[in-house]
């Protein structure tokens, strides 16, 4: 059974930090590529951060870059997202995807950038 289960959002002041997780079980880890994608109320999805198996490509949204890290470990099948300067624009669900010649989603984490 696949699972994608993401962890670590929650409320944060702007300018604060917040470290999400997305530990994946039931497919070989190491032959998707992974991503974090995000959907505010009102609004389309949209990818934020992308890696690729080995984790040596990666690519941020325009939005993201420079303040958020997509990284990956495949000794535990987890990928992470660091975001840092957080801004209350950044308020969404976060979702994380696996995509090979198969895509799988997670069940999203809150994200709430607000004073």
């Known amino acids: 059974q696949v699972q994608l289960v993401e962890s670590g959002g929650g409320l944060v002041q702007p300018g604060g930090s917040l470290r999400l997780s997305c530990a994946a079980s039931?497919?070989?880890?190491?032959?998707?590529?992974m991503g974090w994608y995000r959907q505010a109320p009102g609004k389309e999805r949209e990818m934020v951060a992308t890696v690729s198996t080995s984790g040596r490509f990666r690519n941020y949204a325009g939005s993201v870059k420079g303040r958020f890290a997509i990284s990956r470990d495949n000794t535990k099948n987890t990928v992470y997202l660091q975001m840092n300067s957080l801004k209350p624009e950044d308020t969404a669900v976060y979702y994380c995807?696996?995509?090979?010649?198969?895509?799988?989603w997670g069940q999203g984490t809150q994200v709430t950038v607000s004073s």
């Open positions: 039931g497919f070989t880890f190491s032959n998707y590529n």
């Open positions: 995807n696996a995509q090979s010649d198969t895509t799988y």
